[in-house]
């Protein structure tokens, strides 16, 4: 969909919306549907092709709205109201065009997981490649277990945010399963890179986990807010959230036909992220989707290609998919003093990180629209700054 296209679907979309909320009451308020319609009415899997549009809107009347309680209607009555009006639907839109995620760097949801927790939470050394190995992690657990504590919960990454290093998962696994800890794998960044067949191998060590976890709101096309999560037994999750009052009981619960999610979370309700992902995935189609994570990486490469053909400069990690991280040869000071430049002149924007002790600069290919060309850009803004700033008389 380009942005001509954008413009007549957004003015239809409008249209749409304004029919609906003015002719709501016409609509029964609270579906006449049994657990698991929808399974005989969409594919199970993506298309492999984008679809048409006019055939997506034609199936939200088919598809979804028979399962839809109608919680804007003037015949709604149940539990409080949920707020709504067309300045913040219009708002809504803008948002999501924006797409602010309103965080500062260095975010630490594991760490203050463990803090809510109230539990202690020890980091695991890396190898060369900033990959946790299973020898490693193997003598912490032992070490632990000897000092009277119990291991029961261990978070693998695939894609780390500072490098995107693959912890060895095929390997931590095992361990994990031995010593009946609770697998993690946090694929936030990296996950959607997994519907490329190239890229499946990094997955290795999947079947070990208890749960998953990525963002689809990170590399697949779909705004922010959208984290897609899997257990391999929901019962675990229910078992410790499940609370059931009065005025949230339903005839359907004990049938085995419902997932209901209030029982797989702390908040109680949800957005309809599902929506923008069926949208995303049908006018895509999975090979729109695998040309867009390979173009990335493709863009990844050539700066890379660039860095190394630069002899004041090197490469700190292996590129695996998106994301380079380099600096000036030298020092710490030299390197934060380069990110300053970059940062003040406002042209591109970075963010550092550190590796073995190196403040390291990242380049990540982040745009929708990113090209060739802007990354050709972007290194000879870096390269400029970098000549002004080795011109200076301290270096």
């Known amino acids: 969909m380009d942005a001509e296209e954008f413009r007549r679907r957004g003015k239809e979309m409008v249209d749409l919306v304004a029919d609906y909320l003015e002719n709501i009451e016409d609509r029964p308020v609270y579906p006449d549907v049994e657990p698991g319609y929808l399974r005989s009415l969409i594919p199970t899997e993506a298309p492999q092709d984008p679809e048409n549009y006019e055939d997506i809107i034609k199936d939200v009347e088919r598809v979804i709205m028979p399962g839809i309680t109608h919680w804007h209607s003037p015949n709604f009555f149940a539990y409080f109201p949920t707020a709504s009006s067309y300045p913040a639907m219009l708002a809504d839109m803008l948002c999501g065009a924006i797409g602010c995620i309103g965080f500062s760097w260095a975010h630490s949801s594991v760490e203050r997981a463990a803090l809510i927790g109230g539990v202690k939470m020890k980091k695991v050394p890396t190898d060369e490649h900033y990959a946790v190995r299973k020898d490693m ?5 032992e070490e632990d277990k000897a000092d009277g504590l119990l291991p029961f919960y261990f978070c693998a990454t695939l894609g780390t945010t500072p490098s995107c290093a693959f912890d060895k998962t095929e390997e931590l696994g095992p361990l994990c ?4 800890m609770w697998m993690h794998i946090d694929a936030a960044y ?3 890179a997994f519907i ?13 986990a208890d749960s998953f976890n990525f963002n689809p709101h990170k590399w697949l096309l779909i705004n922010f807010d959208c984290s897609a999560m899997w257990v391999k037994k929901r019962a675990d999750l229910i078992g410790a959230f499940k609370m059931d009052p009065l005025y949230l009981k ?3 619960q004990e049938s085995g036909l419902v997932t209901d999610y209030r029982h797989w979370q702390i908040p109680l309700g949800r957005r309809f992220r599902s929506l923008k992902m069926w949208f995303v995935f049908r006018m895509y189609g999975l090979n729109g989707l695998q040309a867009y994570i390979r173009k990335h990486v493709v863009l990844a490469k050539e700066f890379e290609s660039l860095v190394r053909a630069d002899k004041r400069f090197e490469i700190c ?3 695996v998919l998106g994301l380079v991280c380099f600096r000036l040869k030298g020092s710490n000071e030299l390197n934060q003093n380069l990110l300053k430049r970059i940062t003040q002149c406002r042209e591109i924007h970075l963010v ?3 590796l073995s002790g190196r403040f390291v600069l990242r380049f990540a290919i982040c745009a929708r629209k990113i090209e060739s060309h802007h990354v050709q850009k972007a290194w000879q ?3 400029q700054l970098t000549f002004e700033l080795l011109q200076e008389p301290e270096h």
């Open 196 to 208: 490329c067949p190239e890229f499946r191998p990094l997955l290795n060590g999947v079947e070990f």
């Open 250 to 252: 339903h005839e359907n």
């Open 381 to 383: 803004h870096i390269t």
């Open 317 to 319: 990690a292996d590129v």
């Open 177 to 180: 399963n031995e010593e009946n």
């Open 352 to 354: 550092p990180c550190q």
């Open 190 to 192: 990296a996950g959607s």
């Open 137 to 141: 992690f193997m003598k912490m657990v």
